[in-house]
């Protein structure tokens, strides 16, 4: 993840298009199953290539009409359902939508929050989101684990995530807000003290509406896990589920405070 993120464009763009990938998958093996396979595939192409066009066109001098192309799969999923043969749970392939909305889309943000003003790469920015976004879990975890798991303290999810508590909310905040004080201290976050603090509340706080949206998705189905690619953590979309929220958070704080 260091070294995706701080090496060059190509090798952030290598490793982001590989976990959106993965996530995508994730997402539709998820909800779908085996149903509509050759829809899911097509979404897959659309995110693919979204994130490539843009990625060429932020960082290689790639003309932006290339973007385009993504169009392509994406307008040819509703037509391949028009010609399918059987149209039993025709409704499942609205979940294609929401996993190029819940999971690409992020991924493709995130290449203009490592844009910079002069058209150079600055992954250093990317990565002190997802520094906030660890010491947020760490301090959530940890406060979490010493006071919310008493019987009178108050859960912030019951019907979706019953050990999440308030005591974790406020622990990763603390947190949070902690390493970003930090970062603007050593100089890698390069905004003013007063977005630094916005960053590190902002940031937790969708981090934990990421998590808890994917706990949604897999309790809805059944699942424990989105996967089984990293032994003892899950699938891709286990370790990026905050950052899907978080990055999308952060992009419109940027861009509403002119900072992109």
Known sequence: MVAGMLFHPAAFGILFLFVMYFAMREFMHITMGSEWLLQQRLAVIAACLAFIGISGMLFFGLDARWTLLALVPFFA??????FAKNHERVETVALVYVA????????CLAQFIVYGPSGEFEGLKLLNVFIIIWCSDVGAYSLGTLLGQRPNSRKLAPAISPKKSYWGLWGGILCAVLASWILFKVGWLPYDLIHCIALGVVIPVAGVCGDLFESVWKRRFGFKDSGNMIPGHGGMLDRFDSSLFAIPAVFVYLFLFGLL
């Open 77 to 82: 999923i509703p037509l391949s359902v028009i």
């Open 100 to 107: 190029l909305i819940y999971v690409g889309l992020p991924f």
